[in-house]
């Protein structure tokens, strides 16, 4: 009886270690064009990877469906740009040209958060 536990709670940690490392693999992997529509609801922007070309002006378009004040702001700290968000339709952010590299991006209290892939 306890060897069958010990097996048991063993199948859970194996279980859960693949989880992580599934769930962690797979983020990175989704990078999205500039051209696709921001969501910005249920704490999350989705896409939250999104790849913009170098060198060039960019504009992204973000759509705000949770009305709470957390998601009003985006804020590219990194670029000095930040945007009041509308809720319930497109809001453009206009980016201008970057070197490449990872710039996050992030509602004004930290908790929506999102990468700007630069290549
Ligand atoms: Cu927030």
């Known amino acids: 009886m306890n060897l069958l536990i010990n ?3 063993l199948a859970l940690i194996v279980g859960i270690v693949w989880w ?7 983020a990175p992997a989704a990078v999205a064009p500039a051209a ?3 969501m910005v609801k249920d704490g999350v922007y989705e896409p939250e990877r ?4 170098a060198h060039e002006e960019t ?5 705000r469906e949770d009305p709470s004040p957390c998601a009003e702001y985006v804020v590219f700290a990194d670029l000095d740009v930040s945007a009041q ?7 453009e952010v206009k980016l201008p ?4 590299g990872e710039y996050p991006f992030a509602c004004q209290m930290q908790m929506y958060r999102g990468t700007l892939v630069v290549a």
Request: hydrophobic fraction near 60%; avoid cysteine; aromatic fraction near 10%.
């Open 7 to 9: 097996l048991l709670g």
């Open 20 to 26: 992580f490392w599934l769930s962690k693999r797979a």
């Open 36 to 38: 696709s529509v921001i």
């Open 50 to 53: 999104i790849q913009v070309p």
């Open 59 to 63: 504009t992204l378009h973000f759509l």
């Open 85 to 91: 968000l509308a809720v319930g339709e497109e809001t």
């Open 97 to 100: 040209a970057m070197e490449a």
